[in-house]
């Protein structure tokens, strides 16, 4: 399950060992193939129809909140239910059976969308009365009128607790790709899955619609190039290396819908550390996740044989000549789209860069994504998902919370500000290669501004075919 680094550090022993467990027992309902008991919880288990005829109903405390729908980094609305109970709740029905969250979303239009998950009470440890615990549902959802009905079910004594609410989704403001969400369902309910999975979400088959407008000229070569290299200036390079992929895979997987009726992105992975192109598709639309996926799992910044740390120096030697071979052809309209977090090479050759004829036809393009990209906004992770089941102390928080802090470049082509304030160039090694290159770079500090960003992508490919 997913957890957050920051507040697990808090713990005590006795609370750490209680969130493990609560982290092993908390899985969807769907999932009894493997797990070890014999049958677990399912929603058709439950008279959920007849509580939902009946007034709102209390049998065991707990706080239901939903929060406002955020604009994930997938660029999908996602709307979370989230139930909270006090410890003391969990301390008497500790040691048997489950606590079941279910839950229904309904549209305007009378479709339903069930789902649950839960929390295996007989691997709650003792010690959670001074506790608070959260369980967590999401979904992607489209703009719209909702009713949402939700229990909470004790399956040993089917006490349970049930309510009504409304949720409205509200139309982006502004929003620059009001088709993108054309022919998606209104709701998707996410799974629960670990990374590398919960990055790109395989079972959202789906993608976004995001046509390029070509007045009937052959549509343009887009390729994409993701970095699964850490950088170099990290005391924890696994670290920074999940983090850089939490959002850049699902970027990667927004601007695999760009013309993918016509011509879809080809899509490689450049691992610069081992001098290679570990992952290669002719069509992102159609990408082998379960390839991908291996190659990341497979992928330990941490782990560097003899050969790897040979290779270390020329690591910029490498990403410039292979730059230079993807984007330096003449040819047809062709964008090459890097997608990165900040990276910065330690100790490099200087090589000089190669010298690419002029060619209004190549564009090369460099997304940097912020550490901070879509983090502290009502508890959203980078990817859009929070933590299945949270067993901590009770979290208090009044006022906004806070905004996305960090990362944002400040204006000015290639120029940011240093760490005493003098301007420098290039903020980092990525960028101090492309931009000699006739690179565009642009900082991607929030989902927000990555809408943004492709819908001016889409503009500028169709002006420029």
Request: charged share 20%.
């Amino acid at each position: 399950m997913r957890t957050t680094p920051a507040r697990t550090k808090q713990h005590t022993p006795l609370r750490l060992a209680t969130l493990v467990a609560a982290f092993a027992a908390f899985c969807p309902s769907h999932s009894a193939a493997s797990d070890p008991e014999p049958r677990l919880p399912r929603f058709s288990d439950f008279p959920f129809d007849e509580w939902a005829a009946a007034p709102d109903h209390s049998a065991i405390k707990w706080q239901l909140k939903l929060p406002p729908p955020q604009l994930s980094a997938h660029q999908r609305l996602i709307a979370q239910i989230q139930a909270v109970v006090p410890g003391s709740e969990l301390e008497k029905r500790r040691g048997r059976g489950d606590l079941v969250l279910l839950a229904r979303f309904e549209d305007s239009d009378g479709r339903r969308w069930p789902a649950s998950g839960r929390l295996n009470l007989a691997k709650v440890q003792a010690g959670v009365k001074s506790q608070e615990l959260t369980l967590s549902l999401s979904a992607f959802v489209r703009p719209g009128d909702y009713r949402v009905q939700v229990a909470l079910v004790d399956s040993k004594t089917m006490e349970h607790s049930f309510t009504h609410r409304k949720l409205h989704v509200g139309l982006l403001k502004s929003d620059l790709l009001p088709d993108a969400w054309l022919g998606l369902p209104s709701v998707e309910v996410l799974p629960f899955i670990d990374a590398p999975d919960s990055w790109f979400l395989p079972a959202v088959k789906q993608r976004l619609h995001l046509p390029i407008p070509n007045a009937n000229k052959p549509p343009p070569r887009i390729d994409l190039m993701v970095n699964l290299t850490p950088s170099g200036r990290t005391w924890n390079p696994a670290g920074s290396l999940r983090g850089s992929m939490a959002v850049v895979i699902p970027a990667l997987k927004v601007l695999s819908g760009l013309n993918e009726k016509t011509r879809p992105p080809s899509a490689c992975v450049i691992d610069l550390t081992r001098h290679r192109i570990g992952f290669e598709t002719a069509n992102a639309a159609a990408l082998d996740w379960k390839a991908f996926a291996r190659l990341l799992t497979e992928s330990n910044p941490g782990i560097i044989d003899a050969k790897s740390l040979a290779l270390q120096s020329s690591m910029r030697d490498y990403f410039t000549h292979e730059i230079a071979r993807r984007a330096g052809d003449s040819g047809p309209p062709r964008w090459l789209i890097v997608l990165s977090g900040r990276l910065d090479f330690a100790r490099q050759d200087e090589t000089p860069l190669p010298e690419l004829p002029p060619d209004p036809n190549r564009h090369i393009v460099y997304l940097r994504f912020a550490p901070a990209f879509g983090n502290g906004r009502s508890g959203v992770l980078p990817v859009g998902l929070p933590p299945d089941v949270r067993i901590g102390p009770p979290q208090r928080v009044h006022g906004p919370m806070p905004g996305p802090g960090g990362g944002a470049l400040p204006g000015g082509p290639g120029r940011s500000r240093g760490p005493e304030g003098g301007e420098v160039l290039y903020p980092d090694d990525i960028e101090r290669v492309l931009k000699p290159l006739g690179a565009q770079v642009i900082g991607v500090p929030t989902p927000e501004a990555f809408r943004k960003i492709v819908a001016t992508l889409i503009d500028e490919i169709a002006a420029n075919e």
